[in-house]
């Protein structure tokens, strides 16, 4: 039962830093804390890996509802207020900024 997602699959090797390029290149210029404005922030991983977290439903209007999310977390270091990116939709906007990227080169060559 141990089934990884496609958009897991796909952000194996992802990191940290990878996130903050990802969120710089969406218009963030700094760190706030969005409940307290700190600016310090830990992201949870290692230099080689982002981590992701199941989030899963507990109670929705479907009987048995086994959707979820995989969500990556970045931690307030200050008020402990818990910021999350989901997986699911970070592959989608990466997926859009890679065809972006290949229809500009193509262009520019
Ligand atoms: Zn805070």
Redesign the pocket.
């Known amino acids: 039962m141990d089934h990884m997602s496609e958009e897991l699959e796909q952000l194996k090797g992802f990191t940290p830093y990878d996130l903050m390029e990802h969120l710089r290149q969406s218009g963030f210029s700094e760190w706030r ?6 600016e310090t ?1 830990n992201i949870i991983g290692t230099a080689e890996q982002l981590f992701f977290f199941q989030m899963k439903a507990s109670l929705t209007d479907t009987e048995s509802d086994t959707r979820g999310f995989d969500v990556a977390m970045a931690v ?6 818990v910021h999350l990116y989901s997986c699911q939709d970070l592959v989608k906007k990466l997926k859009q900024k890679d065809s972006k990227a290949s229809e500009s080169s193509e262009k520019g060559e």
């Open positions: 804390c969005s409940m307290c404005g700190h922030i307030c270091d200050n008020c402990a207020h």
